[in-house]
C-alpha cells in the first residue's frame, strides 16, 4: 500500500507559478508510476501529467510547455512545477500512484489550486 499526501496549493494569479508536491510512503516508492491529475467544479478528473520510475514524462496538451513532472526517489516524492497558469487551470489537484501496467492506483486526498484572473 501507498499514502499520498499533497502539498503546495494555494491562491495565484494567472501568469504566475506553484510548485505542487506530493509525499509517499508505505512502500517502494522508486517502482511506481506517479502522476499528477485534477478535476474542476462541474468536470471529470482528467490527466496532467505522469512520470514513469524511468522518468519517462507524459502530459496532457493543455499544460505542455508550461507545467513539469519530476521525482526524487530519495525523498519518496513528486512535483509538479506550475507556470504561466491560468484560470482554467483552477481545480483540485490528485496525486496519484500505481505499479505499471495495470496496477492498483493509489489516490491523495488533493490540494486546491485556485488561478485569479
Known amino acids: 500500500q501507498v499514502q499520498l499526501v499533497e502539498s503546495g496549493g494555494g491562491l495565484v494569479q494567472a501568469g504566475g507559478s506553484l510548485r505542487l508536491s506530493c509525499a509517499a510512503s508505505g512502500s517502494i516508492f522508486s517502482i511506481y508510476t506517479m502522476g499528477w491529475y485534477r478535476q474542476a467544479p462541474g468536470k471529470q478528473r482528467e490527466l496532467v501529467a505522469t512520470i514513469t520510475s524511468g522518468s519517462r514524462t507524459n502530459y496532457a496538451e493543455s499544460v505542455k510547455g508550461r507545467f513539469t513532472i519530476s521525482r526524487d526517489n530519495a525523498k519518496n516524492t513528486v512535483y509538479l512545477q506550475m507556470n504561466s497558469l491560468k484560470p482554467e487551470d483552477t481545480a483540485v489537484y490528485y496525486c496519484?500512484?500505481?505499479?505499471?501496467?495495470?496496477?492498483?492506483?493509489?489516490w491523495g486526498k488533493g490540494t486546491l489550486v485556485t488561478v485569479s484572473s
Open positions: 496519484n500512484a500505481r505499479i505499471p501496467p495495470a496496477g492498483m492506483p493509489y
